[in-house]
């Protein structure tokens, strides 16, 4: 079915073309934004690889100097110069997030672990988003991070922070491009991007953002093709009142993978290219549906109120096969199973928020008052097959299925409701700053056969004081102080009660963070230092003294250090930089050893991305980039049974930029991965579960802007 697509995807191309093609104006891309909701905006210099401002932190449009938290934003310049193609990909550009995927090549969808706490949840232009498969990367303007504790702002999640996505809106000056891409193990994409207003006075803008791919992979029997399609609009109903709605549509089918397997002594013995299931069958066939509607008034200088809905719809298909055993067995094989279940999911969101802001003697305030109610329910059929245990390091394929091991229908409802509350506050003009807030939820869950209600109430408080400006080599540069405490809860799964039969409470957060903020060369760059312990308590454990039932007694804890760079250091040179210092600790425990750090989490990390343009002279129009990612070493199981090596992997780029006619320009783009080849295991689940990293790869792309 996924063919269609590419007809479709053809006609497209053509029809932006034939509309657009005579408009040969510049393509301004993302310079002049229209008037939009204030959480939807983070600014930016052109091209630039800072941020000014984001919602991400207090749903309010605030600059990331004046915010007391952690928060990190990645323009989408970053992710595109280096070539990224998923999310995961670019988030290495972030730190304290570390990939914990379950689904080999290009991942089964965009999990990372924020400061050692694995989730799956990500944001999706301030809404929650649970879905499996990825997020289109050509769909994101840019990502944002906010670290640490987040239930005061997004409700429940856990203690390692929130990420959000941002994806690209319509502009009001008129642009199209049209991208193609090639790369090693067959990778072929093209894509478009169009924007620019539908009438003369520009209150009716528009976006559509489309593209298909497909590609193998340096694993055996492994392939991944994908088709999305975006339309976006934005009125201005009038002058104080905007409605931007979004639509996305995403078919993927993919291989499952789950890697290699380690042998018995729990050491590397198969060739990385080693595939562990059956080749012909589809795999995962995905579809997702997101409309999402936000409108927002400006009823006078002081008050704002805003409304925001989604609807998420996917569904996944599964047809494969996978592990069934966490270890090998002694005579070097895997055990496997057969995999025939569907998965679906409807969600609902709905957002109120009214955003007052006033001046009290000699203070300001931004007062943020607001309602947020979520639905969600999950369909799930399972079907499986036992199926022959395959060799470790010599497969043979084409075992037929043997006995039906399970068949098995369930459902699950969620309805969650909170209410909150916060004020930032300027104390001292453009100096010191205080941003308090509170929340209080209500979570129901439903299984089908029993429901349980938890209630939660959360709290957050931080300063910032910013220090004089001050002038050295010839530029301006700013220093800011901040310290904060935030707390977070997640209710545990339905299914663990104790004893008695009483659900467990929800698991807890609570984290102390404090930092420094530089604004640096004239405002083009940003930089913040941080030192955070982020405690997560109340973890469902099992109950040592009965068997089969569990008990509120897990701690775990992080502690760590963060840097974060990006921005402009002169016209011609960028650069984007992380690392991580993550201490994780096993308190308290009666599954995981007490001690014991999480597993797949590095203590130290980093990466470094920097971009030369040439402005003049025989090399102007070209530029190059060159960066690295360096990964510690890191246990490979939850029970530290063994370890996953250290590594250090090299990018490289060249860019090239040619006007050539009037306005309309073609880039070209050489992107190098894994340079020098570094064979690696990026993540792992299990014994039977490791995830290698890939190869060096090439990738050119050609893009026309007109």
Known sequence: ?????????????????????????????????????????????????????????????????????????????????????????????????????????????????????????????????????????????????????????????????????????????????????????????????????????????????AGHSTSDSFRDYVEDERFWIAPSLTLSLSDATTLQVNYSYTEQVRTIDEGVSFGVDREPVADIETFLGEPGYPGQSFQHHLLDATLTHELNEHLTLRSGILYSHWNTQVKGVRRSKAEPNADGTVTRLFDWSDHKQRALQWYNDAIFAFDLGPTSHRVLLGLDLRWRKNYTHILRYSIANESITDPVYGDPLLAQTADSNSTAEQNWGGVYLQDEMELVHDRLFLTVGGRADRVEVDNGSKSVIRRAVTSRAGALYRFAPFVLADSRHRIGVFANTSESFTPTSIGNTDVDGNQLDPETGKQYEAGVKFDLFDERAFATVTVYQDTRDDVAMSDPDNSGYYINAGTLRSRGVEFDFGGSITQSLSLSANYTYCDTEVIRSSSLPEGSRFHNIPLHSGSVWAKYMFREGAFRDFGFGVGMHAVGARTGDNAGNFLLDSYVTWQAAIFYRREVYRGQWLEAQLNVKNLFDEEYYETSTATTRVYPGTPRSLEFSLTYHF
């Open 1 to 209: 079915m996924i063919r269609v697509r590419q007809v479709v995807l053809g006609w497209v191309l053509v029809g932006s073309a034939l509309v657009f093609g005579d408009e040969a104006q510049p393509a301004k891309q993302d310079k002049e934004p229209v008037k939009r909701l204030p959480e939807v905006v983070v600014i930016g210099k052109p091209d630039s690889y800072g941020a000014e401002s984001t919602a991400a932190a207090t749903r309010t449009d605030t600059p990331v100097a004046e915010i007391p938290f952690s928060v990190q934003v990645v323009p989408g310049s970053v992710f595109s110069d280096q070539g990224a193609r998923s999310l995961e990909e670019a988030m290495e550009n972030l730190s304290g997030a570390s990939p914990y995927h379950y689904g080999g090549f290009l991942g089964t969808s965009d999990n990372m672990a924020r400061r050692g706490f694995a989730t799956n949840s990500n944001y999706y232009n301030g809404f929650l988003m649970e879905a499996l498969g990825n997020i289109n990367l050509q769909m994101v303007e840019q990502i944002e991070y906010l670290k640490g504790p987040s239930s005061t702002m997004y409700g429940m999640g856990d203690p390692g922070g929130v990420i959000n996505v941002r994806t690209k809106s319509p502009q009001a000056e008129a642009a199209s491009s049209i991208q193609a891409r090639f790369g090693s193990w067959d990778y072929r994409e093209v894509s478009i991007d169009s924007t620019g207003p539908l009438n003369a006075d520009k209150t009716v803008l528009y976006r559509l953002l």
